[in-house]
């Protein structure tokens, strides 16, 4: 086997393929940028923090304790990089920095566990300060211990909408209301693929009922107009329209925004990875086999980073690439059938969740021309349409030259889908002609004043 295999992340997928590969003799390294490991689903909370495993992560506490108790007893036997950023790949190479330092280091087998983050779709307001992420409004509260805001409205739709809300109840947050696009049928019509793993549908039902004891005002089918604020107040408030057409609105000060997840696949585009459009969850995904081999070799995918399934399938599937990539190096490895037998069950599942909490395709690609889309940029829905129509820019990197929609700090991230509807359907074509915005490195800003790091 190769000797240099690094992983990128210490979420669930990263801590069992680097368990899976010093099991087998190896030393990886483990490069994170957050400041401990755990991932997004079993962030730690910061040294000195004392809530229990039961506070902090509920029914997932126990995953949570046996992932975080691994990587204690692993951390002699790799080489672990904290609070390090990969911000570009090229031809066997992760480029990092790590504060002000950058270095790079050369590898022969790369398993790349990036996770996903919030799919979001612009609504006219969103740039109010008080407008959050359901994510980021989760890690503050597991991370730093703080709500969002005093009276939070969380709107969009998915499991993790319901789970922040009840998460914020459970903390003794005010939450003012659930906002939710997807409607009781799309839930139902779900229920088959959804009882594939009974244990997760039973958690979501909970989830429910938590929020109806606490009288949660909950509206299913809405259709967002607006997060009412202003400049220097920020958030004063959220306005949608009802499935039966009213109007409701509510007042709050801060919104939390999302509509399920998106695979974070800027480092497999930085590795050359070749992409499909993957017609189930409309977005375009890193093609990678059943194990996790992507189309170059050497480079592995695992995790919601590949695609999204959750964070029991991002351990398993975290170890399925290390095994992959040990079978590839020569080495004697077990169990792969187990774990591609297992991997089905939660992609049945995963489809289930998208039939209940759809991205609202129809949503984004309607919203009025005054709606920002490009928060970095500054853009507005309207100019996007402009660039289309006027200099026949139907392509998303074309349509980044002409407008900057994309081309500010977030690189795309929290724009980049809403704007591909944009532009499909302005220039009347599919989404998956519009393409997808290329990944450019830095994956997220640098410092201007960076040191080369000859240490390492
Ligand atoms: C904000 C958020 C909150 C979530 N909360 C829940 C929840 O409460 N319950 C639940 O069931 N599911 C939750 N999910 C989904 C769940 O996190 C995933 O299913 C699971 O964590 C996937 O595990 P993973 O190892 O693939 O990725 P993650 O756990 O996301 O780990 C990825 C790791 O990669 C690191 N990384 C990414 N890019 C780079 C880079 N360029 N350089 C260095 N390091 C990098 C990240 O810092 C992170 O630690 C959440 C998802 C998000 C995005």
């Known amino acids: 086997m190769a000797a240099r295999v690094i992983v990128i992340g210490a979420g669930p997928a990263g801590v069992r393929a680097?368990?899976?590969?010093?099991?087998?003799?190896?030393?990886?390294?483990?490069?994170?940028?957050?400041?401990?490991?755990?991932?997004?689903i079993y962030r730690r909370q910061p040294e000195g923090f004392s809530r229990t495993y039961d506070a902090l992560y509920g029914t997932e506490a126990a995953r949570a304790a046996s992932v975080h108790a691994t990587f204690d007893a692993l951390r002699s036997r790799i080489d672990y990089l904290p609070e390090t950023l990969v911000w570009n790949i090229s031809p066997g190479m992760v480029h990092l920095?790590?504060?002000?330092?950058?270095?790079?280091?050369?590898?022969?087998?790369?398993?790349?566990?990036?996770?996903?983050?919030?799919?979001?779709?612009?609504?006219?307001?969103?740039?109010?300060?008080?407008?959050?992420?359901?994510?980021?409004?989760?890690?503050?509260?597991?991370?730093?211990?703080?709500?969002?805001?005093?009276?939070?409205?969380?709107?969009?739709?998915?499991?993790?909408?319901?789970?922040?809300?009840?998460?914020?109840v459970k903390a003794g947050a005010q939450v003012c209301a659930v906002l939710d696009t997807s409607t009781a049928l799309q839930r139902l019509r779900a229920l088959p693929a959804l009882l594939s793993i009974p244990a997760s549908l039973w958690k979501g039902l909970a989830l429910m009922r938590v929020l109806r004891r606490a009288k949660v005002p909950i509206h299913r089918g809405v259709r967002p107009v607006e997060i009412k604020g202003t400049p220097q107040g920020g958030v004063t408030?959220?306005?949608v329209k009802l499935q039966d057409g009213a109007m409701f609105e509510r007042a709050c000060d801060a919104v939390a925004l999302g509509y399920h997840l998106r695979p974070e696949t800027q480092l497999a585009d930085l590795a050359g990875c070749e992409f499909h459009f993957d017609e189930a969850s409309q977005q375009w995904l890193p093609h990678t086999d059943e194990d996790g081999r992507s189309s170059v070799k050497g480079v592995y995918l695992a995790g919601?980073?590949?695609?999204?399934?959750?964070?029991?399938?991002?351990?398993?599937?975290?170890?399925?690439?290390?095994?992959?990539?040990?079978?590839?190096?020569?080495?004697?490895?077990?169990?792969?059938?187990?774990?591609?037998?297992?991997?089905?069950?939660?992609?049945?599942?995963?489809?289930?969740?998208?039939?209940?909490?759809?991205?609202?395709?129809?949503?984004a690609a309607s919203v009025p021309?005054?709606?920002?889309?490009?928060?970095?940029?500054?853009?507005?829905?309207?100019?996007?349409?402009?660039?289309?129509?006027?200099?026949?820019?139907?392509?998303?990197?074309?349509?980044k030259a002409f407008s900057r929609v994309g081309m500010g700090r977030c690189q795309g991230r929290y724009c980049g889908h809403a704007g591909a509807e944009i532009i499909a359907a302005a220039a009347c074509v599919p989404l998956s002609a519009v393409g997808r915005l290329r990944g450019q490195a830095p994956v997220k800003p640098l410092p201007m004043a960076l040191v080369e790091d000859t240490c390492k």
């Open 369 to 399: 021309d005054d709606t920002l889309v490009c928060r970095c940029e500054a853009i507005t829905a309207g100019e996007l349409r402009r660039v289309v129509r006027e200099a026949g820019a139907r392509e998303a990197n074309r349509a």
């Open 18 to 40: 680097a368990q899976a590969l010093a099991g087998a003799g190896l030393r990886p390294t483990v490069i994170d940028e957050g400041r401990r490991d755990g991932g997004q």
């Open 304 to 363: 919601d980073g590949a695609r999204v399934r959750g964070a029991d399938a991002a351990e398993r599937s975290g170890r399925l690439a290390a095994l992959a990539a040990m079978r590839d190096a020569g080495m004697a490895v077990e169990g792969i059938d187990t774990l591609r037998a297992e991997l089905q069950r939660f992609t049945r599942f995963a489809a289930g969740l998208r039939t209940a909490f759809p991205w609202p395709a129809g949503l």
């Open 237 to 239: 408030g959220v306005a």
């Open 97 to 168: 920095v790590s504060g002000t330092r950058y270095h790079a280091l050369k590898f022969d087998a790369l398993i790349v566990c990036s996770g996903a983050t919030d799919r979001l779709m612009p609504v006219k307001g969103w740039q109010h300060a008080g407008t959050y992420t359901l994510g980021g409004a989760q890690v503050a509260l597991k991370s730093q211990g703080c709500a969002v805001g005093a009276r939070t409205v969380m709107m969009g739709t998915g499991p993790l909408l319901y789970l922040v809300a009840a998460q914020y």
